[in-house]
């Protein structure tokens, strides 16, 4: 695996089917995260992982762009109420607490946060499903999408779905 993160292929739950069979990302640039662009919890994670990501590794797709909102189409993510983020990493997506363990494992000095994953997913997904519902009543919603700075814009995805954007 090209970044040793070393998760397991996630259970979403249900049947499996097309829109989050992983073969869907093998198109999606790799290193990709897409986030609710309005939720100020999420943007605040995306500065985070900016901060802390000095390889420019990960990209960055807010859901309410037109790449974004296609990809989450595509990905089986409401547009209008996101309840998961979700990571391309080595091909796959990861949804959910799987991606914020993905993604804060590849970072220097974060490997250690793969420990979560002995903790049952149910019990991740559950304590992430309960910040979800109340992220914006808890951390605050904006009217638009953060508008990124002019050293990392390029790392921003937000164009025209039918273009992918490497």
């Known amino acids: 695996m090209k970044l040793g993160v ?3 292929i996630i259970d979403i739950g249900g049947e499996p089917d097309a829109i989050r069979d992983f073969a869907q990302a093998a198109d999606v640039p790799d290193g990709l995260i897409l986030f609710d662009g309005v939720c100020v919890l999420c943007s605040g994670w995306v500065r985070r992982v900016i901060e802390r ?3 420019a590794r990960f990209r960055f797709t807010p859901i309410q762009s037109p790449y974004g909102a296609a990809l989450a189409g595509r990905f089986g993510i409401s547009i209008d109420s996101p309840e998961t983020n979700a990571a391309v990493i080595g091909g796959r ?3 959910k607490s799987d991606a914020a363990i993905a993604v804060w ?4 000095g974060w490997r250690w946060v793969r420990i979560f ?3 049952p997913r149910a ?3 559950g304590l ?3 910040i979800a519902r109340h992220r914006y009543r808890w951390f605050g919603r904006t009217e638009a999408c953060m508008a990124p700075r002019a050293d990392i814009a390029s790392r921003f995805l937000t164009g025209d779905p039918t273009v992918p954007e490497r």
């Not at 494992?105 to 220097?108: G, T």
Request: proline share 9%.
């Open 6 to 8: 070393g998760l397991p």
């Open 53 to 55: 990501d000095r390889a």
């Open 93 to 95: 997506i990861y949804f």
């Open 105 to 108: 494992s590849c970072l220097p």
């Open 117 to 119: 994953r002995l903790v």
């Open 123 to 125: 019990i991740r997904d």
């Open 128 to 130: 992430y499903d309960v």
